[in-house]
């Protein structure tokens, strides 16, 4: 999420910080209960069958995010690419990554909603991305132009494989990736194993393989810190 732009420039750095992590969570709540709502509708006429072992945290093709070099934390996120609130987050998961670089370890898994027309269209185009190694850097571009696309009721397809050329990937294996039905079998997999966990929402976070229910920014900076130095 964008800084907000009517604070006035009269505000103290410390009141434009409180009040922009105020901004923030409020999104971030608001906008995960609509997506619970919408994933209960649609999960209703859901027919995929889960796989046996399904309800894992973290595979070992979970897409890492980073990895510590002196790993003492986990943090993954279930996350749908079109989720406004997984936007909102995005700049502050990003502002951990930085400070906890050495001790936590980021883990995405992809978590598209069904009540968003292109989150699938999103998800294929990132994984298809990450298997030329260009995972972090598409990711990245979703959430930045995701007020160009998101929630639109038309097919976006091109405009991610648009993301692919500019990013300077092998666009025929790109392409070939997002024709692959295994690519839509390995989002799928993210997806089962995020329900038979009960994962309701976007963006659903686990720290060390428990479920992070925060309340608030400061919260859960303080959970990250108290588990990367446990």
Known sequence: MSTPTDIPVTTSPKRSSTRSKLVVWAILAAVVTA???AFLVARGS??????????QVVRENSRVLSKAPDEQAVLVEF?????ESCRAAYPFIEDLRTEYADTVTFVHRYFPLPG?????????AVEAAAQQGHYEAMYQRMYETQTQWGESAE??????RGFAQDLGLDMAAFDAAVADPATTERIQLDVADGQA?????????????EVLNPESLEQFRAEVEAAATD
């Open 35 to 37: 997506g619970i709502i």
């Open 46 to 55: 859901s027919t995929a069958a889960a796989p046996e072992d399904a309800g």
């Open 79 to 83: 996350l749908d690419y079109e989720c």
């Open 116 to 124: 968003h027309r292109n989150s699938v269209n999103a998800a294929v």
């Open 155 to 160: 097919d976006k397809s091109a405009v991610f």
């Open 197 to 209: 966990l009960g994962v309701q929402g976007t963006p659903t976070f686990y720290l060390d393989g």
